[in-house]
C-alpha cells in the first residue's frame, strides 16, 4: 500500500505566496480570496471539460477560440 504525504506551506511560503499573488496581473472583476490565497472570479469555472477564458466584458467564462466542441 502506497501512501502519499501532504507538507502543507508553512508561513513563509504563504506570505510568498500572496505577495506574489497580489502583485500579478489579473481582471478587474476578479476579488481576493484569502483562504485561496488568490484571487477568484465573480462567478464559477463551468464544469463541462471544455477549456474556457475570461471574457471581461460579459464578466463570464467563454469558449476557447477554435477548440473543438
Do not use: C
Amino acid at each position: 500500500m502506497t501512501t502519499s504525504s501532504y507538507n502543507a506551506p508553512n508561513p513563509e511560503q504563504i506570505a510568498e505566496a500572496r505577495e506574489n499573488a497580489l502583485n500579478a496581473s489579473h481582471p478587474a472583476s476578479w476579488v481576493w480570496n484569502e483562504d485561496a490565497v488568490s484571487f477568484v472570479p465573480p462567478v464559477p469555472l463551468p464544469t463541462d471539460g471544455l477549456p474556457k477564458l475570461w471574457d471581461e466584458d460579459s464578466q463570464s467564462f467563454v469558449p476557447f477560440p477554435g477548440f473543438p466542441t
